[in-house]
Nanobody, 126 residues
Framework: QVQLVESGGGLVQAGGSLRLSCVASGRTFTNYHMGWFRQAPGKEREFVGG????????DYAASVKGRFTISRDNAKNTVYLQMNSLKPDDTGVYYC???????????????????WGQGTQVTVSS
């Protein structure tokens, strides 16, 4: 079992930045690929970015590429999402997720992930 706790959400104006953190506990952090997802009201949960166990592979949704950066610090059992040039469309609850896999590819489907955090709200005002 892995426990994930997100933090760093909040209210920010368009064009601003936020940095989300997700701390993992319970199992060896390097066993897991990590992903960030978000969900806006009335919409399905969508992939934002993912990073492999040793940060060798990283992938982003097209909508955030060039603005968001995912990284991880395995010594701190933490994955980060740096969000710059935020837009109102980035508003939603952001979740981190963990996935065990022998493959190096980054999964973009929520059902591929085994563990989820409780989410942190990000609101971008226009």
């Amino acid at each position: 079992q892995v426990q994930l706790v997100e933090s760093g959400g909040g209210l920010v104006q368009a064009g601003g930045s936020l940095r989300l953190s997700c701390v993992a506990s319970g199992r060896t952090f390097t066993n897991y690929h990590m992903g960030w997802f978000r969900q806006a009201p009335g919409k399905e949960r969508e992939f934002v970015g993912g990073i492999s166990r040793r940060s060798s592979y990283i992938d982003y949704a097209a909508s955030v590429k060039g603005r968001f950066t995912i990284s991880r610090d395995n010594a701190k059992n933490t994955v980060y999402l740096q969000m710059n040039s935020l837009k109102p469309d980035d508003t939603g609850v952001y979740y981190c997720a963990a996935r065990t896999s022998l493959l190096s590819t980054i999964a973009t489907i929520p059902g591929s992930y085994d563990y989820w955090g409780q989410g942190t709200q990000v609101t971008v005002s226009s």
